[in-house]
């Protein structure tokens, strides 16, 4: 290994009876990337958290190109070339791109907020970066990749020595995904280290020089990723070895239930003239490039986006939904991609974010029972193997994979009969993914509708019984998943760019 940067010696935490990480050993070199895996709750995210200052390490040591650090805020890290982007975005949307660049150390004149200049610096980023980005544009328009990328752009702006990158192409577009890739291996040639977190194996073995693995808080190995193979990986991320990725998608879809003609909505993005029909007992896949108009699809089916013209039928009943709420008394659920932004009640417990959406269930003679809500609780718990210690833990403290399983959770105590789920394994471990696949395998085996929204395409191909492709805002065609392949879906996805 080159000189090291990095060195993290017997760190441990632990919150409350739960110990998170015991006794972690890491090196990364300089110039080199390393691909940080693991389970949700195995302590990577946490790990990167005690580095950065956001949490303080109960013992161990930090070592920053040899000297010992121990930062106290996530400012001290920055000013000493540390830098982090989160999973889970936190920014000014109401602010302009470049506001959210120099938050903090903005660049003054005589007192003053120096505009042109930030504004010209933010042109200079984003050139170096080869990124078509207009410093002038408030967060708040932009998608969520497009939100992601500007936070990687403000870990480079920095200076870093060393960059932790947590899940970043979780919501990027395969092209962004290969930007992010050219923009690492540039500044690689630099100097720079990164620490890559990702449960995606074939992004670790494309640009990872090493890779780690945690599991249940301890260092499991570390070795060059040329010399590891996936199943390895797989192994000591688990604990036990995969025999495949996908289950065998073996439901048998019945009649048609659910059908939508000539669906148009209202406000930007606009969708047009969207029609399809969907199978009891089906998994249909949604695909398409980001901001094709999966997502808005997904919301007005739910009632949360207004349709201009058209009509959505169940079970041969012409349904107008005016809220979310007039779909789900009618048996429609929708997981949102943005947990964090509107799927969850981060500052409640895991009880009240699964219980939540079906109060009426939990009361006894007309009030709330505090036993039967607790009973729900556990019940999602033990089904969607959530690690946690109790449910009444805050729903925050949870990694994003187990918020994830917290959210499905919730909506299975509904039994719904149409499942809308937009990007349901997102910043999911391989090992919760394949759990998740035969969730969604059994609810369409039970009669279930289900209609997935996902932007990797092996998963789309690898658990689907027919594909829906989106381009720009319309309907590029349906096919079935057992005849098509990688090429037929992004022929689609292009055909009205």
């Known amino acids: 290994m080159s000189e090291l940067v990095l060195q993290i010696k017997n760190l441990s935490k632990s919150f409350g009876k739960n110990k998170v990480l015991d006794g972690i050993n890491l090196e990364v070199g300089e110039g080199s990337v390393l691909g940080l895996m693991g389970e949700n709750g195995a302590g990577k995210s946490t790990m990167m958290k005690c580095l950065f200052g956001i949490y303080a390490k109960d013992e161990g040591q930090f070592l920053l190109c040899g000297k010992p650090v121990n930062f106290k805020n996530p400012k001290e890290a920055l000013e000493s070339g540390v830098a982090m982007v989160h999973q889970e975005l936190n920014q000014c949307l109401d602010r302009s791109v470049a506001d959210n660049l120099y938050l903090g150390r903005y660049p003054k004149k005589f007192g003053v907020i120096d505009e042109a200049k930030m504004l010209k610096d933010s042109i200079n980023l984003f050139a170096s970066l080869n990124m078509n980005v207009n410093p002038r544009t408030i967060m708040r328009t932009m998608s969520v990749s497009q939100r992601q990328m500007v936070e990687i752009a403000k870990a480079v702006s920095y200076d870093a020595k060393i960059i932790v990158l947590d899940e970043p192409t979780s919501s990027l577009t395969e092209n962004e995904v290969l930007k992010l890739f050219s923009i690492v291996r ?27 693995v945690l599991r249940d808080g301890k260092m499991i190995m570390q070795k060059n990723s040329e010399e590891t193979e996936m199943g390895e990986l797989i192994t000591a991320m688990v604990g036990r070895s995969l025999d495949k990725r996908f289950p065998d998608v073996d439901n048998v879809p ?15 993005p606009n969708l047009e003239n969207i029609s399809f029909k969907v199978r009891k007992g089906e998994i249909f896949g949604l695909y398409g490039l980001v901001g094709a108009g999966r997502s808005e699809l997904l919301e007005s089916l739910f009632g949360v986006r207004t349709i201009s013209t058209g009509t959505i039928s169940y079970a041969g009943k012409k349904l107008h939904f005016s809220s979310s709420k007039d779909a789900m008394e009618h048996g429609f659920a929708l997981v949102t991609e943005e947990r964090k932004l509107n799927g969850m009640f981060g500052k409640d417990t895991i009880k009240f974010n699964t219980v939540i959406t079906n109060l009426e269930s939990y009361k006894t003679g007309g009030i709330l029972s505090e036993r039967k809500m607790a009973e729900a609780a556990d019940r999602e718990i033990v089904q969607m193997h959530t690690k946690c210690v109790s449910s009444d833990e805050l729903i925050s403290s949870l990694s994003g994979g187990n918020q994830q399983k917290v959210i499905i959770g919730k909506w299975m105590e509904r039994s719904p009969e149409v499942f809308l789920l937009d990007e349901p394994t997102r910043g999911i471990d391989v090992g919760a993914k394949y759990e998740i696949y035969q969730l969604i395998i059994r609810m369409a085996k039970e009669g279930k509708t289900i209609i997935v929204v996902s932007s990797e395409m092996p998963e789309i191909l690898g658990i689907t019984n027919r594909i829906a492709v989106m381009s720009n805002h319309r309907l590029a065609g349906i096919v079935d998943t057992k ?15």
């Open 186 to 212: 540039d500044l690689k040639k630099k100097g720079v280290s990164f620490v890559y977190i990702s449960h995606k194996m074939d992004e670790i073995f494309q640009i990872c020089d090493q890779v780690a």
């Open 483 to 497: 005849t098509t392949d990688q090429e037929a879906l992004l022929k689609l996805s292009a055909m009205y760019l």
């Open 254 to 268: 019945g009649d048609y239930c659910l059908e939508v003609n000539n669906l148009s909505t209202r406000y930007a």
